[in-house]
């Protein structure tokens, strides 16, 4: 299986900050990596596909780049309703296999 | 605007079968290319896929869970379905059942419809 590896595992921001979070795969996944934000209780919700590809309906304030083994997420102006767990997922190969999460808070 | 719902015991008691269903709402579950896939999430743990099943009835599994599993998809009912053998406390978790859009591309876009999850506790 391909290993998804986040930094930080947490991190702490406040209102209107930039906040990047790191995403590491094992091995070269292209381009073929999906973000999501998770609030406690509730499931998961797709943000960004294909390493940068905006998921409809999702704010511009959030994008991706990368590709290969090293990809961020970026959030340009972090928002109140932004603090949630962030993970990336791979889906070059089956399984699919996430991160292990960043936690967003204040 | 398509929902999914997961349906089934919230209590399994170790070594027996785990059975739950996702009930597809808003549109057909044979029509389009889609996967429809079981995620895991033990609680204050991430992700885990346990497998997936195209409209058209192929099946793929996680390999570390293979032996024990085993989805399926009703066309008639709308539905898709999971069954977990000889469950331990290990696989107590919240199971979610999702879509993947692949139109155009195998490896599709992500996941990008969730049920709410559905809390599953093995213990005798």
């Known amino acids: 299986d391909i290993q998804m590896t986040q930094s930080p595992s947490t991190l702490s921001a406040s209102v209107g900050d930039r906040v990047t979070i790191t995403c590491r795969a094992s091995?070269?996944?292209?381009?073929?990596l999906a973000w999501y934000q998770q609030k406690p209780g509730k499931a998961p919700k797709l943000l960004i596909y294909?390493?940068?590809s905006l998921q409809s309906g999702v704010p511009s304030r959030f994008s991706g780049s990368g590709s290969g083994t090293e990809f961020t997420l970026t959030i340009s102006s972090l928002q109140p309703d932004d603090f949630a767990t962030y993970y990336c997922?791979?889906?070059?190969?089956?399984?699919?296999?996430f991160g292990q999460g960043t936690k967003v808070g204040i | 605007q398509v929902q999914l719902q997961e349906s089934g015991p919230g209590l399994v008691k170790p070594s027996q079968t785990l059975s739950l269903t996702c009930t597809v709402s808003?549109?057909?579950?044979?029509?389009?290319?889609?996967?429809w896939s079981w995620i895991r999430q033990p609680a204050g743990k991430g992700l885990e896929c346990i497998g997936r099943?195209?409209?058209?009835?192929?099946?793929n599994y996680n390999p570390s869970l293979e032996s024990r599993v085993t989805i399926s998809i009703d066309t008639s009912k709308n539905q898709f379905s999971l069954k977990l053998t000889s469950v331990t406390a290990a696989d107590t978790a919240v199971y979610y059942c999702?879509?993947?859009?692949?139109?155009?591309?195998?490896?599709?876009?992500?996941?990008?419809?969730w049920g709410q999850g559905t809390q599953v506790t093995v213990s005798s």
């Open positions: 999702a879509r993947t859009d692949y139109g155009g591309n195998p490896r599709g876009r992500g996941v990008d419809y």
């Open positions: 808003g549109g057909s579950i044979s029509s389009g290319a889609y996967y």
């Open positions: 099943v195209y409209s058209s009835g192929p099946t």
């Open positions: 091995q070269d996944i292209s381009s073929w």
């Open positions: 294909k390493a940068s």
């Open positions: 997922q791979q889906y070059n190969s089956y399984p699919w296999t």
